[in-house]
């Protein structure tokens, strides 16, 4: 039997969304399991979990996903306090929902 998987999203406004997800997927990509990126998608395997991240149109969506409530708090944390301190000039903020 498996376990369930675990899914939160934030929807961040941006003007810039290419920009950090690119900047993201290069952070992670040196201190991760395997990180896969375009401008407009990217694909993170961490030992906690996945992210998928999604440029859109003054949006970078944010999907993260785990086998536990802890584990999926770790991969909220990580991936949210990254992009908020990546883009504090812009005063990005990351509200996740569970989905």
């Known amino acids: 039997m498996t376990t369930p998987l675990l899914s939160a999203e ?3 406004s941006t003007d810039r969304p290419s920009r950090y997800l690119t ?3 290069k952070h992670f990509a ?3 399991e395997a990180a896969e990126f375009s401008e407009e998608r990217g694909d ?3 030992g906690a979990g996945k992210a998928e991240l999604t440029a859109e149109t003054g949006v ?4 993260v996903h785990a086998d536990s409530e802890e584990n999926l708090e770790r991969m909220q944390h990580v991936v949210g306090s990254h992009l908020v301190r990546f883009g504090q000039r812009d005063e990005l903020a990351v ?4 989905i």
């Open 30 to 32: 040196h201190k991760i």
């Open 23 to 25: 900047q993201l997927c």
């Open 44 to 46: 993170l395997t961490f």
């Open 60 to 63: 970078l969506r944010l999907r």
């Open 95 to 98: 509200d996740w929902s569970r």
């Open 10 to 12: 934030a929807a961040v």
